[in-house]
């Protein structure tokens, strides 16, 4: 599915400019990117073209305020959306805002950004929503309105939760808050390169049985609502050797090892590694996508697992498709549950900062 990427706000810009730049050579699925911000300064820090930097609004970036930022927004309405229609090309099948609520600018700014878009191109807008970490103090008054701006404006908010993503283990359990931030954008742009880009085989990859093409990816995400990914990656085969590949070795495994190994990876997936919490029986819709070395592609297990998906939202529309990895040397699955209503964290969010006689 080809994508133009938009980044608001600082973290936003952040993410935008690392999915750029982790997009997979053989399955390209990032046609352009932008990042609009606030400040003119975090702005030169993002490592996007110059022509593809925007800033609006500048005497609102002290303020730290969603609500001022939104009106500053407002107020240069005509310049962002200008900006913003420009890098969206006619070719896209459509357009990922990415945006961390905790922030002012991409709280507020976001849902004016995807409003005023909305009049000019008739491809979805989604929000990739990373959600603050629960330890961080002053950011709920601006999750609450940047989750309520993105909920009135885009198509789907797929949720990265900032205090559920799992940091890696190689890293110092007292490292600082900025080196988790990071690890959180590097997970971001290993997982979502699995969705957007497993339709996208460039010229010489394999292509899969079941092509995830960006109709199936529309159709799964739907109009309204949350979604979150499950995502689970494993090592299935070494490295060949220089006398391997000289013999044209390969590793195959028998039909009860990579049937297994498919099983467990659906079942962390879904259970044990998600973007972010939530109660997947809520879901309506999903979509399974397994990645890795043809010969592990077991089509019963696939079969079976996308079984076991539908049974875990309780019904309703599961789809699915494969991606052979010629010389792959891990199984990657991907579980998207969308179609639910606010998770629990969103509601936390939202009523924690909420007025007493609001819902």
């Given at each position: 599915m080809q994508l133009a990427v938009l980044g608001v706000g600082g973290a936003g810009g952040r993410v935008a400019a690392r999915?750029?730049?982790?997009?997979p050579d053989d399955r390209p699925y990032v046609a352009t990117v932008a990042v609009f911000d606030t400040d003119p300064e975090a702005l030169a820090d993002i490592d996007v073209p110059q022509e593809r930097r925007h800033a609006f609004g500048t005497t609102s970036r002290s303020t730290g305020d969603a609500a001022a930022v939104r009106a500053a927004a407002e107020a240069n309405v005509r310049e962002l959306s200008h900006a913003a229609t420009d890098a969206v090309p006619s070719t896209v099948d459509g357009v990922l805002v990415t945006v961390g609520v905790g922030g002012a600018t991409g709280a507020g700014a976001a849902p004016v950004l995807v409003d005023t878009l909305r009049e000019t191109i008739e491809v979805p807008v989604?929000?990739?929503?990373?959600?603050?970490?629960?330890?961080?103090?002053?950011?709920?008054?601006?999750?609450?309105?940047?989750?309520?701006?993105?909920?009135?404006?885009?198509?789907?908010?797929?949720?990265?939760?900032?205090?559920?993503?799992?940091?890696?283990?190689?890293?110092?359990?007292?490292?600082?808050?900025?080196?988790?931030?990071?690890?959180?954008?590097?997970?971001?742009?290993e997982w979502v390169p699995a969705l957007f880009g497993a339709g996208e085989?460039?010229?010489?990859?394999?292509?899969?049985?079941?092509?995830?093409?960006?109709?199936?990816?529309?159709a799964t995400l739907g109009e309204g609502g949350y979604a979150t990914m499950g995502y689970w990656r494993q090592q299935v085969r070494e490295k060949p050797s220089l006398f391997d590949r000289l013999r044209s070795k390969t590793e195959s495994p028998d039909e009860i090892e990579s049937y297994s190994t498919i099983e467990t990876a659906v079942q962390r997936s879904l259970f044990r590694q998600r973007s972010a919490g939530g109660d997947l029986s809520r879901a309506t819709r999903a979509l399974l996508v397994t990645m890795g070395p043809p010969e592990w592609l077991n089509r019963e297990a696939i079969a079976d697992a996308r079984r076991t998906l539908d049974e875990t939202i309780g019904g309703g529309a599961v789809r699915g498709g494969d991606a052979p990895m010629e010389d792959g040397l891990h199984l990657t699955v991907l579980s998207v549950c969308a179609g639910m209503d606010r998770p629990d964290r969103v509601v936390s969010l939202i009523e924690a900062s909420s007025p007493a006689n609001e819902d």
């Open positions: 999915l750029a730049a982790a997009e989604y929000a990739l929503t990373v959600l603050p970490a629960p330890e961080e103090e002053g950011v709920v008054s601006n999750a609450r309105a940047g989750l309520r701006g993105l909920e009135a404006t885009v198509d789907t908010q797929l949720l990265f939760d900032n205090g559920s993503l799992d940091a890696p283990p190689e890293r110092p359990a007292d490292a600082e808050a900025a080196d988790a931030y990071a690890d959180a954008n590097g997970t971001i742009a085989a460039a010229d010489g990859a394999a292509v899969g049985e079941s092509v995830v093409d960006a109709s199936e990816i529309i």
